[in-house]
Protein backbone atom coordinates (compact mmCIF):
# COMPACT_ATOMS: atom_id res chain seq x y z
CA UNK A 1 0.00 0.00 0.00
CA UNK A 2 1.10 3.73 -0.19
CA UNK A 3 3.16 5.13 2.72
CA UNK A 4 5.29 1.26 2.96
CA UNK A 5 7.94 -0.35 1.06
CA UNK A 6 9.09 -3.80 0.97
CA UNK A 7 12.72 -4.56 0.12
CA UNK A 8 12.17 -8.77 0.41
CA UNK A 9 10.00 -10.46 -2.23
CA UNK A 10 7.32 -13.04 -1.11
CA UNK A 11 7.40 -10.69 2.60
CA UNK A 12 3.91 -10.87 3.80
CA UNK A 13 4.55 -7.37 5.57
CA UNK A 14 5.25 -4.17 4.20
CA UNK A 15 7.80 -1.59 6.46
CA UNK A 16 6.00 2.13 7.04
CA UNK A 17 7.60 4.57 5.49
CA UNK A 18 10.08 6.64 7.21
CA UNK A 19 9.23 10.76 8.05
CA UNK A 20 9.34 12.51 5.09
CA UNK A 21 9.70 9.88 2.66
CA UNK A 22 7.90 8.99 -0.54
CA UNK A 23 6.94 5.53 -0.40
CA UNK A 24 4.02 4.84 -3.36
CA UNK A 25 2.02 2.49 -4.06
CA UNK A 26 4.09 -1.06 -4.59
CA UNK A 27 7.56 0.79 -3.57
CA UNK A 28 10.38 -1.57 -3.52
CA UNK A 29 12.07 0.86 -1.17
CA UNK A 30 12.31 4.31 -0.15
CA UNK A 31 12.41 7.15 -2.45
CA UNK A 32 13.64 10.78 -2.35
CA UNK A 33 10.22 13.26 -2.60
CA UNK A 34 9.51 14.23 -5.73
CA UNK A 35 9.75 18.29 -4.82
CA UNK A 36 10.73 21.13 -7.30
CA UNK A 37 13.28 24.01 -6.82
CA UNK A 38 12.10 26.59 -4.63
CA UNK A 39 10.31 24.09 -2.51
CA UNK A 40 11.15 21.55 0.40
CA UNK A 41 9.17 18.43 1.83
CA UNK A 42 7.62 18.40 5.24
CA UNK A 43 10.01 16.12 7.19
CA UNK A 44 7.90 15.66 9.58
CA UNK A 45 5.07 14.08 6.98
CA UNK A 46 3.94 10.12 7.72
CA UNK A 47 1.81 9.79 4.79
CA UNK A 48 4.66 8.40 2.09
CA UNK A 49 3.96 11.12 -0.15
CA UNK A 50 5.08 14.73 1.98
CA UNK A 51 3.98 18.09 1.28
CA UNK A 52 6.17 20.11 -0.77
CA UNK A 53 6.53 23.36 1.26
CA UNK A 54 7.58 26.80 -0.36
CA UNK A 55 11.20 27.82 0.84
CA UNK A 56 11.63 30.81 3.65
CA UNK A 57 12.83 34.04 3.08
CA UNK A 58 16.77 34.49 3.35
CA UNK A 59 17.24 30.57 2.17
CA UNK A 60 17.20 28.46 -1.41
CA UNK A 61 15.82 25.42 -2.30
CA UNK A 62 17.23 22.85 -4.73
CA UNK A 63 13.86 20.51 -4.46
CA UNK A 64 14.16 16.65 -4.17
CA UNK A 65 15.09 15.86 -0.48
CA UNK A 66 17.34 18.74 0.11
CA UNK A 67 16.52 21.23 2.83
CA UNK A 68 16.42 25.01 2.94
CA UNK A 69 20.10 26.10 2.98
CA UNK A 70 20.81 30.01 3.99
CA UNK A 71 21.84 32.45 1.75
CA UNK A 72 25.47 32.64 0.88
CA UNK A 73 27.62 36.01 2.05
CA UNK A 74 27.15 38.59 -0.45
CA UNK A 75 23.78 37.25 -1.16
CA UNK A 76 19.84 38.09 -0.34
CA UNK A 77 16.35 36.46 -0.81
CA UNK A 78 13.38 38.33 0.37
CA UNK A 79 10.84 36.20 -1.28
CA UNK A 80 9.86 32.81 -0.54
CA UNK A 81 10.03 29.79 -3.19
CA UNK A 82 13.73 30.88 -4.04
CA UNK A 83 15.78 28.36 -5.67
CA UNK A 84 18.73 31.15 -5.80
CA UNK A 85 19.78 33.63 -4.15
CA UNK A 86 20.35 37.71 -5.53
CA UNK A 87 23.80 38.93 -5.39
CA UNK A 88 24.72 41.57 -3.42
CA UNK A 89 25.83 45.06 -5.84
CA UNK A 90 29.73 44.99 -6.61
CA UNK A 91 31.72 46.20 -3.85
CA UNK A 92 28.75 44.99 -1.01
CA UNK A 93 28.52 42.17 1.42
CA UNK A 94 26.12 40.98 3.46
CA UNK A 95 27.26 40.29 7.39
CA UNK A 96 26.92 36.68 7.80
CA UNK A 97 24.28 34.05 5.82
CA UNK A 98 20.91 33.89 5.35
CA UNK A 99 19.93 37.80 4.48
CA UNK A 100 16.43 38.62 3.17
CA UNK A 101 16.51 42.32 2.32
CA UNK A 102 19.06 44.22 -0.06
CA UNK A 103 19.47 46.55 2.82
CA UNK A 104 21.31 44.03 4.16
CA UNK A 105 24.03 44.73 1.45
CA UNK A 106 26.79 46.77 3.04
CA UNK A 107 29.98 47.96 1.84
CA UNK A 108 32.77 45.39 2.17
CA UNK A 109 35.91 46.14 4.08
CA UNK A 110 37.63 48.71 2.94
CA UNK A 111 35.01 50.77 1.79
CA UNK A 112 32.21 52.81 3.59
CA UNK A 113 28.56 53.81 2.66
CA UNK A 114 27.94 57.52 1.94
CA UNK A 115 24.70 58.59 3.10
CA UNK A 116 21.36 57.62 1.21
CA UNK A 117 22.92 54.58 1.13
CA UNK A 118 23.74 54.51 -2.91
CA UNK A 119 27.67 54.29 -2.91
CA UNK A 120 30.45 52.47 -1.70
CA UNK A 121 33.52 55.28 -1.50
CA UNK A 122 37.23 53.73 -0.93
CA UNK A 123 38.06 54.31 2.95
CA UNK A 124 41.32 56.77 2.61
CA UNK A 125 44.38 58.04 5.13
CA UNK A 126 43.76 58.31 8.26
CA UNK A 127 40.76 55.91 8.37
CA UNK A 128 41.04 51.94 9.56
CA UNK A 129 38.29 49.87 7.54
CA UNK A 130 38.92 46.43 8.75
CA UNK A 131 35.60 45.47 8.95
CA UNK A 132 32.05 45.56 6.58
CA UNK A 133 29.00 47.87 7.22
CA UNK A 134 31.12 50.98 7.59
CA UNK A 135 29.09 53.84 6.97
CA UNK A 136 30.51 57.66 6.86
CA UNK A 137 28.62 58.95 9.75
CA UNK A 138 30.95 56.12 11.79
CA UNK A 139 34.27 56.30 9.68
CA UNK A 140 36.63 54.66 12.37
CA UNK A 141 39.90 56.75 12.43
CA UNK A 142 43.63 55.74 12.88
CA UNK A 143 45.11 57.14 16.35
CA UNK A 144 46.07 60.69 15.32
CA UNK A 145 43.33 61.67 13.15
CA UNK A 146 40.02 63.67 13.34
CA UNK A 147 37.21 65.48 11.80
CA UNK A 148 34.54 68.20 12.48
CA UNK A 149 31.30 66.61 11.28
CA UNK A 150 29.89 63.03 11.00
CA UNK A 151 29.97 63.48 7.26
CA UNK A 152 33.06 65.18 6.56
CA UNK A 153 35.23 63.43 4.42
CA UNK A 154 38.21 65.24 5.19
CA UNK A 155 40.79 63.62 7.73
CA UNK A 156 43.15 66.26 9.25
CA UNK A 157 46.02 64.75 11.68
CA UNK A 158 45.86 66.17 15.44
CA UNK A 159 48.93 68.51 16.68
CA UNK A 160 49.33 66.15 19.27
CA UNK A 161 48.77 62.20 18.10
CA UNK A 162 48.03 61.05 21.65
CA UNK A 163 45.24 63.91 21.58
CA UNK A 164 43.12 62.23 19.36
CA UNK A 165 42.94 58.56 20.53
CA UNK A 166 41.29 54.86 18.59
CA UNK A 167 38.90 53.15 20.51
CA UNK A 168 39.59 49.27 21.31
CA UNK A 169 38.21 46.92 22.71
CA UNK A 170 37.90 46.30 26.36
CA UNK A 171 36.94 43.85 28.73
CA UNK A 172 35.58 46.13 30.84
CA UNK A 173 32.98 48.38 29.17
CA UNK A 174 29.60 47.01 28.47
CA UNK A 175 27.88 46.34 25.59
CA UNK A 176 28.98 48.41 22.16
CA UNK A 177 31.43 50.19 24.13
CA UNK A 178 34.93 49.89 23.91
CA UNK A 179 38.33 52.10 25.70
CA UNK A 180 40.43 54.47 24.43
CA UNK A 181 43.73 53.03 23.82
CA UNK A 182 45.42 56.42 24.65
CA UNK A 183 43.19 58.77 27.89
CA UNK A 184 45.33 60.82 29.98
CA UNK A 185 43.14 59.94 33.02
CA UNK A 186 42.68 56.34 32.45
CA UNK A 187 40.46 53.96 30.81
CA UNK A 188 36.95 55.27 29.80
CA UNK A 189 34.62 53.60 27.77
CA UNK A 190 33.82 54.74 24.17
CA UNK A 191 30.24 54.29 22.41
CA UNK A 192 30.60 53.85 18.79
CA UNK A 193 34.06 54.13 18.02
CA UNK A 194 34.00 57.91 19.71
CA UNK A 195 36.28 58.50 23.00
CA UNK A 196 33.32 61.35 24.45
CA UNK A 197 30.54 59.90 23.14
CA UNK A 198 28.30 62.63 25.43
CA UNK A 199 30.58 65.63 23.88
CA UNK A 200 28.14 68.78 22.75
CA UNK A 201 30.60 69.56 20.00
CA UNK A 202 30.39 66.54 17.84
CA UNK A 203 34.34 66.89 16.76
CA UNK A 204 35.41 67.01 20.57
CA UNK A 205 33.88 63.40 20.40
CA UNK A 206 37.08 62.38 18.88
CA UNK A 207 39.38 64.09 21.41
CA UNK A 208 41.17 62.18 24.81
CA UNK A 209 40.46 63.42 28.35
CA UNK A 210 41.94 67.23 28.91
CA UNK A 211 41.80 68.25 25.25
CA UNK A 212 39.57 70.09 22.82
CA UNK A 213 38.45 71.93 19.89
CA UNK A 214 39.95 71.39 16.57
CA UNK A 215 42.33 69.01 16.09
CA UNK A 216 41.53 68.21 19.44
CA UNK A 217 45.06 71.10 19.35
CA UNK A 218 43.28 73.32 22.71
CA UNK A 219 43.37 72.39 26.28
CA UNK A 220 40.00 71.57 28.20
CA UNK A 221 38.69 73.77 31.24
CA UNK A 222 40.96 72.33 34.36
CA UNK A 223 44.11 71.52 32.31
CA UNK A 224 47.00 73.18 31.43
CA UNK A 225 49.75 73.14 28.16
CA UNK A 226 52.83 71.23 29.21
CA UNK A 227 56.22 71.11 27.43
CA UNK A 228 55.64 67.94 25.55
CA UNK A 229 52.39 69.92 23.57
CA UNK A 230 49.91 67.60 25.85
CA UNK A 231 47.31 68.89 28.21
CA UNK A 232 47.90 68.13 31.89
CA UNK A 233 45.42 68.40 34.81
CA UNK A 234 45.90 71.81 36.75
CA UNK A 235 46.55 72.00 40.46
CA UNK A 236 43.39 73.50 42.60
CA UNK A 237 45.73 75.76 43.50
CA UNK A 238 46.34 76.76 40.20
CA UNK A 239 43.30 76.53 38.54
CA UNK A 240 42.06 78.64 41.35
CA UNK A 241 44.05 81.34 40.90
CA UNK A 242 43.38 81.50 37.02
CA UNK A 243 39.90 81.12 37.63
CA UNK A 244 40.42 84.61 40.01
CA UNK A 245 42.46 86.71 37.99
CA UNK A 246 39.84 85.86 35.26
CA UNK A 247 36.86 87.33 36.94
CA UNK A 248 39.13 90.28 37.89
CA UNK A 249 39.74 90.82 34.62
CA UNK A 250 36.25 90.87 33.65
CA UNK A 251 35.65 93.51 36.76
CA UNK A 252 38.46 95.76 35.19
CA UNK A 253 36.99 95.14 31.78
CA UNK A 254 32.85 95.87 32.96
CA UNK A 255 34.05 99.00 35.09
Known amino acids: ?20 SFCPLGASLELAPQCERGTYHDELDASGDPACLSCPVGTYCLGSDLLPQPCPEGTHAAEQGRSTCTNCPP ?15 VCTAGFYMKP ?15 DPGVTLERLPLLEGNWRVTPTST ?15 THPSCGANTST ?16 RSHAEIWANRFCA ?25 CSDNEWLSWAVAGAILMLLVAG
Request: one cysteine or more; charged letters at 20%; proline letters at 4%.
Open 1 to 20: EAGKFQTDSGASTCVRCSLG
Open 91 to 105: LRVTVGEGAVEATEC
Open 116 to 130: GGDECVECGTGTECE
Open 154 to 168: VIRECRVKEACPVCS
Open 180 to 195: AAANASGASCCVDGLF
Open 209 to 233: EGFQGPLCGVCAPGFRRMATGHCGP
